[in-house]
Nanobody, 118 residues
Framework: QVQLVESGGGLVQPGGSLRLSCAASGFTFSSYAMNWYRQAPGKERELVAAITSVGGSTNYADSVKGRFTISRDNAKNTVDLQMNSLKPEDTAVYYC???????????WGQGTQVTVSS
C-alpha cells in the first residue's frame, strides 16, 4: 500500500521558517522523482519544488527560489522542504508527490497546512 505522509506544517510569522517532511512507503522510493506542490484557497495547485530520483537535480518555482530547499534521503525514504523567509503568500496546503513518468505513476499525500500570518 502506497503511503505519503506529510508533517511539519503549522502557523508561523512572516520571516519565519518551517521544515516539511514526507515519509514514503509502499513503493521503490529511490526510483521516483519527488515533488512538493501547494494549493492556496481559490487557486490552482502549483509545483513548488522538485528533486530527481537520486537527488542530483532540483528545480524551484520562481516565487520560492532562494528561500526554499528540497532534499531527500533515499535510505530513509523521506523528502523534506526547508522553507525560510516565509511570506503570507506562502500560505497554502502543501502536498508531497511521488512521480515516475516512464510508468505514468503519481502518488499524493494528504497535505499539510502552512499558514504564514502575524
Amino acid at each position: 500500500q502506497v503511503q505519503l505522509v506529510e508533517s511539519g506544517g503549522g502557523l508561523v510569522q512572516p520571516g519565519g521558517s518551517l521544515r516539511l517532511s514526507c515519509a514514503a512507503s509502499g513503493f521503490t522510493f529511490s526510483s521516483y522523482a519527488m515533488n512538493w506542490y501547494r494549493q492556496a484557497p481559490g487557486k490552482e495547485r502549483e509545483l513548488v519544488a522538485a528533486i530527481t530520483s537520486v537527488g542530483g537535480s532540483t528545480n524551484y518555482a520562481d516565487s520560492v527560489k532562494g528561500r526554499f530547499t528540497i532534499s531527500r534521503d533515499n535510505a530513509k525514504n523521506t523528502v523534506d522542504l526547508q522553507m525560510n523567509s516565509l511570506k503570507p503568500e506562502d500560505t497554502a496546503v502543501y502536498y508531497c508527490n511521488a512521480e515516475r513518468r516512464i510508468l505514468r505513476r503519481s502518488y499524493w499525500g494528504q497535505g499539510t497546512q502552512v499558514t504564514v500570518s502575524s
